[in-house]
Nanobody, 127 residues
Framework: QVQLVESGGGSVQTGGSLRLSCAAS????????MGWFRQAPGKEREGVAS????????YYADSVKGRFTISQDNAKNTVYLQMNSLKPEDTAMYYC????????????????????WGQGTQVTVSS
């Protein structure tokens, strides 16, 4: 059974930075896909970024390009989301997701293809 445990959320002011982590277990990490999604109150869940765990291919939502960076440590089965220049509109619950490599592009296609999810970590950006 896949287990995804997120950490690193918190509260920051506009322009600040946070780094989220997601540790995966019970999952064949390599040659699959890990992604980050977020959901703000009253809004639909949206894709943020994803990374192919067998290489370096990444996908980013337009709203975070140039500010967020997804990376990974394959030895630790962990994916990271470095968030810089945070804005109040980035406030949301952030979820880690895992699935096969074909799910990666769904982070920018409006409908997630990921089937395994973490419990989420809250990010709050104040103005």
């Amino acid at each position: 059974q896949v287990q995804l445990v997120e950490s690193g959320g918190g509260s920051v002011q506009t322009g600040g930075s946070l780094r989220l982590s997601c540790a995966a277990s019970g999952y064949t990490y390599n040659n699959n896909c890990m992604g980050w999604f977020r959901q703000a109150p009253g809004k639909e869940r949206e894709g943020v970024a994803s990374i192919y765990t067998g290489g370096v291919n990444t996908y980013y939502a337009d709203s975070v390009k140039g500010r967020f960076t997804i990376s990974q440590d394959n030895a630790k089965n962990t994916v990271y989301l470095q968030m810089n220049s945070l804005k109040p509109e980035d406030t949301a619950m952030y979820y880690c997701a895992a699935d096969n490599l074909f799910a990666c592009a769904s982070v920018i296609r409006g409908k997630s293809a990921f089937r395994s999810w973490g419990q989420g970590t809250q990010v709050t950006v104040s103005s």
